[in-house]
Nanobody, 117 residues
């Protein structure tokens, strides 16, 4: 099993920045994909950004140019740097890890990000 511990959420004004972190432990050798999803009230959970073990990244169109995903394989940690935040970025953000074949290994507990003046 893989355990995930998230940190870094909070309240920020529009235009501000936050950095989310997610540290994995346990059976980390099976991890290929690390990513961040979010879910706003009344909406479906959506992929925000993901990164493979060799550093290939993908982003939702709504966050391209504002968010940057990175990972430190030595620390088994994935980061999400969020800049130029907008009120519509408000959601619970979940860390996710998966095998190469897409099998989900674990979800984080979620961290609230609120963008408001």
């Amino acid at each position: 099993q893989v355990q995930l511990v998230e940190s870094g959420g909070g309240l920020v004004q529009p235009g501000g920045s936050l950095r989310l972190s997610c540290a994995a432990s346990g059976n980390i050798f099976s991890i290929n994909f690390m990513g961040w999803y979010r879910q706003a009230p009344g909406k479906a959970r959506e992929l925000v950004a993901g990164i493979s073990s060799i550093g290939i990244t993908k982003y939702a169109d709504s966050v391209k140019g504002r968010f940057t995903i990175s990972r430190d394989n030595a620390k088994n940690t994935v980061y999400l740097q969020m800049n130029s935040l907008k009120p519509e970025d408000t959601a619970v953000y979940y860390c996710n890890v998966a095998r190469r074949d897409g099998t989900v290994l674990s979800w984080g507990q979620g961290t609230q990000v609120t963008v408001s003046s």
